[in-house]
């Protein structure tokens, strides 16, 4: 029986250069798109903690890329809506207003050239109607006008 040399080295004696993998990032193994190394320096200059453990900006940076990603994928969405294949602040802005958690989440945030989210209030709204209502009873029959 012929066993298989041990993983990493290149004969039994276990002597030699180990195989060196080729570098990956902390990001790549992770999975993500966003920097795990810009996360964790951002974590470190801004003195949150005196230790940051080597698994808070993985699990802070997937967190981030989950936010971007749902507010991007509403974005489209309110742009798709409305003809447009580029999304500017005011999507942004709608996809923030339209989705009750995301709103809760950033809904005090100004967002640059986002406009202001349409709100008209119940009582105007009561209100409209009944004019509404009044004009289509002033309407004129239908018919040959009297003389």
Known sequence: MSSAPPAGKGG????????????????????????????????????????????????????????VAEVLELAGNAAKSSKRTRINPRHILLAIGRDAELSRLLGKATIANGGKFPHV???????????GDEKRMMVPPSGPPAY
């Open 12 to 67: 039994k004696s276990g002597r030699g250069k180990a195989k060196t993998s080729k570098a990956m990032s902390r990001s790549t193994r992770a999975g993500l798109q966003f920097s795990v190394s810009r996360v964790g320096r951002y974590l470190k200059k801004g003195r949150y903690a005196a230790r940051i453990g080597s698994g808070a900006p993985v699990y802070l940076a997937a967190v981030l890329e989950y936010l």
């Open 121 to 131: 209030e119940d009582a105007l709204k009561k209100s409209i109607k009944k004019k």
